[in-house]
Nanobody, 123 residues
Framework: QVQLVESGGGLVQAGGSLRLSCAASGRTFSSYAMGWFRQAPGKEREFVAAISGSGGSTYYADSVKGRFTISRENAKNTVYLQMNSLKPEDTAVYYC????????????????WGQGTQVTVSS
C-alpha cells in the first residue's frame, strides 16, 4: 500500500498557474503508474492526467490537454501536476492516486489515494 500526501493547492486568477505535488511513501514507487483526478462539489470524480511508472508515457483528459503537465521524480518519490492557463471550470479538489504497473485512466484501477488539495480559480 502506498501512502500519498498532496500539497500546492490554492486560490488563483483565471489565466494563472499552480503546481501540485504528491509525495509518496513506498518501497517500489517506480512500479506504479500515477494519476491525478479532480472532484467539484456535487459532481463525480473525474480523470485529469496519468503517467507510467518510468515517466515515459503520459495521458491527459481533453479538457486539460495542452494546459496541464504531469511528471514524476522517482528518486524523490514525488509526482507533480503543473497547471497553466487555469480556468474557473478547473475549480475542484484535486487528488493524486497510485495505480497498477500499466498506465490507466480508470478510477477503479487506482488503489491508493491522497487526501486531496483544493484548487480555486476566480474569473
Amino acid at each position: 500500500q502506498v501512502q500519498l500526501v498532496e500539497s500546492g493547492g490554492g486560490l488563483v486568477q483565471a489565466g494563472g498557474s499552480l503546481r501540485l505535488s504528491c509525495a509518496a511513501s513506498g518501497r517500489t514507487f517506480s512500479s506504479y503508474a500515477m494519476g491525478w483526478f479532480r472532484q467539484a462539489p456535487g459532481k463525480e470524480r473525474e480523470f485529469v492526467a496519468a503517467i507510467s511508472g518510468s515517466g515515459g508515457s503520459t495521458y491527459y483528459a481533453d479538457s486539460v490537454k495542452g494546459r496541464f503537465t504531469i511528471s514524476r521524480e522517482n528518486a524523490k518519490n514525488t509526482v507533480y501536476l503543473q497547471m497553466n492557463s487555469l480556468k474557473p471550470e478547473d475549480t475542484a479538489v484535486y487528488y493524486c492516486a497510485a495505480g497498477p504497473r500499466y498506465l490507466s485512466v480508470r478510477t477503479s484501477d487506482f488503489g491508493s489515494w491522497g487526501q486531496g488539495t483544493q484548487v480555486t480559480v476566480s474569473s
